[in-house]
């Protein structure tokens, strides 16, 4: 089939600090395709945001290869990293992390800040893209003034609005109730579906994991290998 | 940073009461800075020596200025190489009608009438007026500003009651000066108070000081230092300055306010610095976790340095306006306050309104430089954890 988009190979990623060392990622193989819905599940502390981290390039691998969209992430810059997470990778945390001093529609267009789209065209952008999450109404709301659920999708609109490869997910339905949940895992589907996104997402809900191409359980840092529930 | 002109002020607004408390004491700081920096420029903003100032000396005792010297000094002095010309200069104290009057207080200098235009050549005076001066053995000239203060014209009579010299002089204006630099002096011939002093039979002439004009600038030093070799090993020894430090010697307590009006300028730059620095560090503390975001997003360091650095610039800015403006109103309320302060003539000048400005900005970015670039340093998934 076509070129994994994620791959690695034996990758590690270890803690060192002065009075501990923790292994949390050790000698992982994966390869996610281009359009998969990709769940990584696990007990916590087993590594899964470690592992999102290391494909976002948020952090770097002790250890190991890893390639993400063709690109060795180890031989980027600082500088490159920056740049090459803004175009192709989307975040979305637990915590939504929104600025809460801007509005929705400011928090969505902060990623275009970082590229050439003049003024008009990024608030287009931006508000094209909470359209998408059916948030166009709340523009002008501040995130103190949405409920979980709506904040979440102001992040998703956040992460999809520089029209990113891979959306990778923290467990973004961790402090949601069921039917926001519900919503959020709906649009990531849709993403993954409607506009061919390749998502990697973790998830502690077995329900959550139900909307995946793939599911795959990481314990104590190692990846279990392939099993049954992948549909 | 145009485009982040939005982000810029929401995170200026974020904290409104802080923000105002800090835009507050950046304006108060600010406004006795440039209050304290106008009265500087007042008392020592005073144009460079001219170049006709530049090349004079004073010549005087050693020991003290009290302290005179044999007046054939004089010649010997212009013997040196370098000389052009030399005078007396010779204080005469002495008091002019009600001396318990402040206002009838003023400069006395017997010169010589022959000399005087020529060492000060930046003295303008009719050549009417000069003439008459210069053969009126008891004629004197009076600065214009002086002139004006007891309304004498030429040919009215002044009485000076020595002091220092047992003698009485009575002078006739002869005329009227002009002087840059100080038209509030008063001059009469030496030759008159010299003759006055043999009659009271009060000993050999001697002389305060006596004023020098060298030829050219480069030698102002070597003469300077020439002339007091010459009387190093005499009755009196000399010391020569030139004619600016001899008028600031005068002015030593204000050489102690001028210390003084900058170490306050100074302590109080630094303390607002401080404060300002606090502020800052505690805004970007609470915010490490937006750094963290803004890096997810794709933000670099140095962009995330420079949003802070505007940030408190714009605070910094804005205090600098309205301290300026206070510091405005301020002086207009000396000036027609009718108190003796309006003599300082305080003024906002664009020179002073500029270094406030620069304050401001300095002031924006060295609060927040360093905190602005630790943050920014920090590994995104630690500023991300961070909980503030
Ligand atoms: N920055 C870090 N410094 C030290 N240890 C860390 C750091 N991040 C994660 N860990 C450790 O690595 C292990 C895996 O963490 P993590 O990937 O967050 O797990 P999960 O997301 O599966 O709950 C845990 O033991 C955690 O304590
Ligand atoms: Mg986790």
Same mark, same amino acid.
């Not at chain 2, 630690?382 to 961070?386: G, K, W, Y």
């Given at each position: 089939m076509n070129t994994p988009v994620i791959a690695t190979r034996k990758l590690v990623k270890e803690f060192v600090r002065a009075n501990f060392h923790i292994l949390a990622l050790h000698e992982i193989?994966?390869?996610?395709?281009a359009g998969a819905f990709f769940t990584l599940m696990g007990p916590s502390g087993s590594g899964k945001s470690t592992l999102l981290h290391l /494909?976002?390039?948020? *952090?770097?691998? &002790?250890?190991?290869?890893?390639? %993400?969209? @063709?690109? $060795?992430?180890?031989? !980027?810059? +600082?500088?490159a990293i920056a740049q090459?997470? +803004?175009?192709? /990778?989307?975040?979305?945390?637990q915590s939504f992390n929104l600025i809460p001093v801007l509005s929705a529609l400011e928090n969505v267009e902060l990623p275009l800040k970082l590229t050439d789209l003049s003024h008009r065209e990024r608030w287009e952008h931006a508000l094209t893209a909470l359209e998408l999450v059916g948030l166009a109404d709340h523009a002008d709301h501040l995130p103190g003034q949405l409920s979980g659920g709506q904040e979440q999708r102001v992040a998703i609109a956040r992460a999809i609005v520089t029209d990113p490869d891979i959306i990778l997910a923290d467990e973004p339905t961790g402090n949601l109730d069921a039917e926001a949940a519900q919503e959020v895992l709906m649009l990531l589907s849709r993403l993954n579906r409607e506009f061919g996104k390749t998502i990697v997402m973790v998830t502690h809900d077995p329900h959550a994991a139900s909307y995946a191409t793939e599911v795959r359980h990481l314990e104590k840092g190692e990846l279990k290998a392939a099993s049954s529930e992948t549909p | 940073m145009v485009r982040y002109a939005s982000l810029i002020a929401a995170n200026a607004l974020r904290n409104r009461r802080r923000s105002a408390l800090t835009v507050a004491s950046i304006a108060i700081s600010l406004c006795l800075l440039a209050v304290l920096g106008a009265a500087y420029l007042a008392l020592f903003g005073e144009p460079e020596a001219s170049p006709a100032e530049a090349l004079r000396l004073m010549t005087h005792h050693k020991v003290s200025i009290t302290q005179p010297m044999p007046v054939s000094f004089e010649a010997r002095i212009r013997q040196i190489p370098g000389v052009?010309?030399?005078?007396?200069?010779?204080?005469?104290?002495? &008091?002019?009608? *009600?001396?318990? *009057?402040?206002?009838? =207080?003023?400069?006395? =200098?017997? %010169?010589?009438?022959?000399?005087? =235009?020529?060492?000060?050549?930046?003295?303008? /005076?009719?050549a009417g007026h000069r003439a008459r001066f210069q053969q009126e053995r008891t004629g004197c000239i009076a600065g214009r500003k002086l002139a004006a203060r007891f309304a004498w014209k030429p040919g009215d009579r %002044? #009485? !000076?009651?020595? *002091?220092? =010299?047992? %003698? &009485? !002089?009575?002078? #006739? /204006?002869?005329?009227?000066y002009d002087d840059p630099n100080n038209d509030e002096i008063l001059y009469f011939n030496y030759e008159y108070l010299r003759e006055l002093l043999k009659a009271e039979d009060a000993g050999p002439d001697q002389v305060g000081v006596f004023i020098v004009q060298v030829k050219s600038l480069d030698a102002v030093i070597p003469v300077a230092d020439a002339i007091d070799k010459e009387f190093e090993?005499? &009755?009196a020894p000399t010391e020569t300055v030139t004619e600016r430090a001899w008028q600031l010697s005068f002015l030593s307590f204000l050489g102690n306010l001028k210390l003084f009006l900058s170490s306050i300028c100074g302590a109080l730059g630094f303390t607002v610095l401080l404060v300002c620095a606090n502020t800052i560090s505690m805004a970007v503390r609470e915010r490490i976790r937006e750094v963290g975001i803004m890096k997810t997003l @794709?933000?670099?360091p140095g962009t995330l340095v420079a949003l802070t650095i505007a940030e408190s610039t714009c605070l910094a800015l804005a205090g600098g306006a309205i301290g300026l403006g206070l510091a405005e109103i301020l002086c207009v309320m000396v000036q027609s306050s009718g108190t003796a302060y309006a003599a300082l003539n305080l003024r906002i000048t664009a020179e002073v309104a500029l270094a406030s400005c620069a304050a401001a900005v300095a002031l924006g970015v060295g609060s927040s430089a360093l905190p602005a670039w630790q943050a920014s340093r920090m590994n995104i998934l $630690?500023? !991300?954890?961070?909980t503030g």
């Open positions: 193989d994966i390869s996610i395709e /494909i976002a390039a948020m *952090d770097r691998p &002790t250890r190991g290869e890893i390639r %993400v969209l @063709g690109e $060795d992430l180890r031989a !980027l810059s +600082n500088r090459w997470r +803004n175009r192709h /990778i989307g975040f979305i945390f | 052009a010309d030399a005078m007396v200069w010779q204080w005469f104290g002495g &008091t002019y009608k *009600d001396a318990r *009057d402040p206002r009838n =207080f003023f400069a006395r =200098f017997a %010169v010589e009438p022959a000399r005087l =235009f020529g060492i000060r050549s930046e003295l303008r /005076i009719p %002044v #009485t !000076l009651l020595g *002091d220092i =010299f047992p %003698v &009485t !002089l009575e002078l #006739t /204006i002869a005329g009227i090993n005499s &009755t @794709g933000f670099r $630690d500023a !991300l954890r961070h």
